[in-house]
């Protein structure tokens, strides 16, 4: 059962509530007085960088009690165009140029516009910039390119890197932590999934590979998501998350983490929640692709959104004893994913031939379209012969991928490049595609839950 973590608030909190929230996690975390509090965020995409960003502005102000800083990678150099735009953005703001100007840092974006200077990622970061959404400038964070200076001593890591990185990074994080008493808590905000196939069929997701890197206690390894765009939550728009994970952390880090704009919820179900995250991303792919096709046929994308959401009615039904829980939270992630997410972007540009899948899944100006592998992970782990069952009609026996028609040519197209984007919209046309009510019907109508897709036990 979800949690609203404290009566919403109409207004921004007055610092001593603000205050008050942060000696409370202090006490629970066990920080003595003259003992910041370190949070450290691992992966400066935009999301990642926009909730550090958050905690900076609403915490930042007591220097004594908290400190917070961002991990991301150096090096990453910023071309001539992405400066040009960088530049009309802080022009267009007087607040954002006074400062920049204060800061004394003006001028080398007025030499980076002009190319006479290389800007780079961790550079700009510094001044409130993600490479991610230029667009959306941040509040100045204090960064660090040095994984092991930034992490060493960290008492909350939030972790925004990509699925595909995820366990590469906390490997490395483990090797600085092994002197460690107390073992930190890790939030993952991270919406991806991979698969893998031995012992059994089975889908990881990112707080399984930070236990699996770190051997952290699993009670301190939690997932935060919800309907969210980046760059709107940091403008402020109405949004609200839900943190997943034992109850020793998530109520008082829910607590912890909410604003008068970002209403946080709390759930024990970590794995179904992280998993349910990453199954959205795989249908804005196409959502995208069926929208610019149809030219934004309100009608078409209908037809689409019907098909895509019986597909994840029906999948979930595999993963998740209740599936019935999850309507409501996977519904408005995949609802705003294919309003606003680069996900859905991502099949747009395909479909329009800006982007070809031979410049890969880590796109400039966007980061990692996370979908893309979760396309991979979900179709392969779903068309495993062990979980085969008996066709309603045809009487032979398919795996569920079989049943699954858009997730299926999301594969040939994505994966295997079998056909173009507008294979998309022949699969919604094939004439011997069943009705979606007859692939719900299929998932009431079965045993269908397999806990060990999930690496829970039955």
Known sequence: MDHLVETVETNSAPSSLVEERLDEIRRVMGKADDDPLRIVGVGAGAWGSVFIAMLQENYGKFRGKVSVRIWRRGGRAIDKATAEHLFEVINSREELLRRLIRRCAYLKYVEARLGDRVLYADEI????????????????????????????????VINGLPSTETFQVFNEISKYWKERVNAPVIISLAKGVEAEFEPHPRIVTPTQMIYRATGIPLENILYLGGPNIASEVYNKEYANARICGSEKWRKPLGKFLRQSHFIVWDNSDLITHEVMGGLKNVYAIGAG???????????????????????????????????????????ADTYVTLLKGRNA????????????LEMGDSIKGKGMIQGVSAVKAFFELLNQSSLSL?????????????????????????????????????????????????????????????????????
């Open 125 to 156: 970061l510094k001044d409130g910039f993600c490479l991610n959404m230029i667009e959306t400038p941040l509040c100045p964070l204090k960064v660090v390119t040095n994984l092991q200076e930034a992490v060493w001593d960290a008492d909350i």
């Open 289 to 331: 692709m069926v929208a610019t096709l149809t030219k934004e046929s309100a009608t078409s994308k209908s037809v689409y959104f019907a098909h895509c959401t019986s597909e994840m009615i029906f999948i979930t039904h595999l993963l998740a004893k209740e599936p019935e829980k999850l309507a409501g939270p996977l519904l």
């Open 345 to 356: 972007w991502y099949g747009q540009k395909l479909a329009k031939g800006e982007l070809s």
């Open 390 to 458: 008996q066709h309603p009609e045809e009487g032979k026996s398919v795996t569920p991928a079989e049943l699954c028609p858009i997730l299926k040519m999301l594969y040939r197209i994505l994966i295997t490049r079998e056909f173009s984007c507008e294979a998309i919209l022949e699969a919604l046309r094939d004439e011997t595609m069943n009705d979606p009510r007859e692939l719900i019907e299929i998932a009431h109508s079965h045993l269908f839950f397999q806990p060990w897709l999930l690496g829970q036990k039955p």
